[in-house]
């Protein structure tokens, strides 16, 4: 089936600092989603992506469409402490009836002690 | 903003027992699935849920589970004899046509079988 690896697994951040994290499949997607995971709670929908090359922003997010078609890149703008979480790619197999998604294993963004 | 609501937050059954997760979806969404987080691991996809009939489930979703949408506003995942390995978050999504990719998570409910 369709994998998809984050790097890194985990990073630590400073406030203040830009983080940047990414996402590559085995197999092209024509559809990117990066979600957030905070402790305990469902995924939340930070951006989706639609195009090859698209670059989208959502407030201090910001997330690219890579041109292969295999890959996606997120990255957060001067981090503060709300960002920390686990943060996770999805790809979509679309289909008439439901688009199941596949996940990615999650970058888990951690504050510097 | 609507948003997708699971209850209940936390389940403990034992073993072999049945259990049922109840969501209820974003009111004008079509699209409904059930996905699950074992502990540390990712988000895994279980089935998915259109015109009150499955449209695609995974490997995991055997005879032991079920879904049901009961009436207009309920989607519910029955886990008819729960096994040690069911523990985990269950989480519930909706979207609002085929055509969007972009599924709305419940909260989930951590189930934990003793």
């Known amino acids: 089936g369709q994998q998809l690896n984050q790097s890194p697994q985990s990073m630590f951040i400073q406030e203040g600092e830009d983080v940047s994290m990414n996402c590559t499949s085995s197999s092209i997607f024509n559809t990117w989603l990066w979600y957030k995971q905070d402790p305990g709670e469902g995924p939340v929908l930070l951006i989706a992506?639609?195009?090859?090359?698209e670059l989208t922003s959502n407030g201090r997010l910001t997330a690219q469409f890579g041109t292969t078609r295999k890959d996606s890149f997120l990255n957060i703008s001067a981090s503060i402490p709300s960002d920390v979480g686990i943060y996770f790619c999805a790809g979509p197999m679309i289909k008439a009836a439901g688009n199941k998604l596949t996940f990615g294993g999650g970058t888990r963004v951690l504050v510097k002690p | 903003e609507p948003e997708v609501t699971q209850t209940p937050s936390h389940q403990v059954t034992q073993m072999g027992q049945e259990v049922i997760l109840r969501c209820v979806p974003i009111s004008n969404h079509l699209y409904f699935y059930w996905y699950r987080q074992i502990l540390g691991q990712k988000v895994e996809f279980l089935v998915s849920?259109?015109?009150?009939?499955?449209?695609?489930k995974s490997e995991i979703f055997d005879d032991q589970f079920s879904v049901e949408r009961p009436d207009g506003s309920n989607f519910t995942l029955k886990i008819r004899s729960t096994k040690l390995e069911d523990s985990a978050m269950y989480f519930c999504?909706?979207?609002?046509?085929?055509?969007?990719?972009?599924?709305?998570f419940g909260p989930g409910t951590r189930l934990t079988v003793t």
């Open positions: 999504a909706s979207s609002v046509a085929s055509s969007s990719v972009e599924q709305y």
């Open positions: 849920f259109y015109n009150n009939e499955i449209s695609e």
């Open positions: 992506l639609y195009k090859a090359g």
